[in-house]
């Protein structure tokens, strides 16, 4: 964990996405990016960073060298990581409770945890969920995009060969990574374009949002590292429509499961209070996917489309306006939750 905040505000943990590390919440600067707001509005701020990132890769029983140390997914992080984080933070505090904001990855995570641990729920104060992944779009969302229809229509077959090569770590932050997003990516660069219609694919199209100008330094901290076994994970549940366990095959889900099927995770059980924030331009969520979230969850508090229509799934954190169009309802919505319960 990485700490900027204080030892009087309400503690608040900030938990990262897929395929980058704690620090991706302060790549922009002190009057942008969400950390920052959230201690000049008094909140004691806590950066967390999900097992195999750069910050996550140690062991005392396995080398990062050992597959098994890469054998996790989100379920993992979900079920012993975050709260882990939150007890050692409350711990610190000597709080009862603590906000929560997560953004994609770090929203999953935070629904296996209050679902397979409900005495969680009792620990947060409010939670903040941007862009949620839990249900993906209907398949037919992804057919203008070829970047993502490929990733899922061949993930069995890129899982099976990685593996089978003993790939089991996937995008890396290493020196070499940091040099070529630089000389490709950097303000200066004749291929900037070429980078921005990479993020727009992956992402979502809204280049206009983005600090072009350091670029190539912002995203230096979108290479932080994650499992292999974690991105299959995520394709299973995009392909199949459901939130559920790792799915092992017949065999192995009776093992694991006792059962022939992965179970689905009993969403049911998150009683914490969430708020949702989603966006229109998010290739990897929709309104039908946040909205069948929401159906399923008892304590939603509020549901909220960012109002910049072109807004994206990586403007969450790093879009020119989330400072003015999203970061102060999450900041209004945590501040009308901080008198109901003493910490």
Request: charged residues 20%.
């Amino acid at each position: 964990m990485h700490r900027i905040g204080n030892s009087s505000g309400p503690p608040v943990m900030l938990q990262h996405g897929l395929l980058v590390a704690g620090d991706s919440w302060i790549a922009r600067g002190p009057d942008k990016d969400l950390a920052f707001l959230l201690l000049k509005a008094g909140f004691d701020v806590w950066l967390t960073n999900q097992r195999g990132t750069v910050y996550n890769q140690y062991n005392l029983k396995y080398s990062r060298t050992d597959p098994r140390f890469w054998n996790f997914s989100f379920h993992e992080s979900g079920y012993y990581d975050i709260p882990a984080f939150i007890d050692r933070i409350l711990k610190i505090r000597k709080a009862k409770k603590i906000f929560y904001v997560g953004h994609s990855l770090g929203t999953t995570v935070f629904l296996v945890m209050n679902s397979l641990r409900p005495e969680y729920n009792s620990k947060i104060q409010g939670a903040a969920l941007l862009s949620p992944v839990a249900y993906g779009p209907d398949p037919d969302a992804f057919g203008p995009n070829p970047f993502i229809r490929f990733a899922l229509n061949n993930a069995d077959a890129i899982y099976a060969g990685l593996t089978n090569g003993r790939i089991y770590e996937f995008m890396p932050r290493s020196s070499s990574n940091i040099k070529t997003v630089k000389q490709i990516c950097s303000n200066l660069s004749a291929s900037q374009d070429l980078c921005l219609d990479l993020i727009g694919l992956y992402a979502g199209e809204h280049r206009s949002n983005i600090d072009k100008e350091n670029l190539g330094n912002m995203l230096i901290y979108g290479f932080a590292g994650t499992s292999t076994k974690t991105l299959y994970h995520l394709s299973k549940v995009y392909k199949g429509g459901e939130f559920k366990m790792f799915d092992y095959g017949p065999k192995g889900n009776w093992i694991n499961y006792n059962s022939s099927i992965a179970p689905s995770y009993p969403v049911e059980r998150v009683v914490a209070p969430v708020a949702l924030f989603w966006s229109y331009n998010d290739p990897l969520i929709s309104q039908d996917s946040v909205q069948k979230l929401a159906s399923k969850l008892p304590n939603v508090i509020k549901i909220q489309a960012v109002p910049d229509p072109k807004f994206t799934h990586i403007d969450m954190i790093w879009g020119e306006n989330a400072k003015h169009i999203l970061y102060p309802d999450i900041i209004d919505i945590f501040r009308s939750l901080v008198g109901k319960d003493k910490f």
